[in-house]
Nanobody, 126 residues
Framework: VQLQASGGGPVQAGGSVRLSCAASGGSFSTHDFAWFRQGPGPVREFVAGITWRARATNYADSVKGRFTISRDSAKNTVYLQMDSLKPEDTAVYYC????????????????????WGQGTLVTVSS
């Protein structure tokens, strides 16, 4: 599966951005998807995930209520709607995919995901 992330850029605090992750080369409907981010440090942090049947989503506490993950099977695309952005949301955002397991659970660990996109930078200014 190949993943192509897009939609990043500069935004002011309080604003919104929608990231897209276009998937190709595999069966979109059988994969879980997630977004991770990496700031200046070495750790890639889980942001949000969605199961292969879209029956469950999972969010980091830091973004819950502000970010929304969704998927469109007709377009083979996963989205991350980011609202009420804060300067601490500044990071490179990566989409990731794995063969779906439970319809009700998506893991938060980066090591669980086999496929990765190239990342898109979101910069939030105060």
């Amino acid at each position: 599966v190949q993943l192509q992330a897009s939609g990043g850029g500069p935004v002011q605090a309080g604003g919104s951005v929608r990231l897209s992750c276009a998937a190709s080369g595999g069966s979109f409907s059988t994969h879980d998807f997630a977004w991770f981010r990496q700031g200046p440090g070495p750790v890639r942090e889980f942001v949000a995930g969605i199961t292969w049947r879209a029956r469950a989503t999972n969010y980091a506490d830091s973004v819950k209520g502000r970010f929304t993950i969704s998927r469109d099977s007709a377009k083979n695309t996963v989205y991350l709607q980011m609202d009420s952005l804060k300067p601490e949301d500044t990071a490179v955002y990566y989409c990731a995919a794995r063969i779906g397991g439970s319809a009700w659970y998506v893991p938060r660990s980066a090591t669980e995901f086999k496929y990765w996109g190239q990342g898109t930078l979101v910069t939030v200014s105060s």
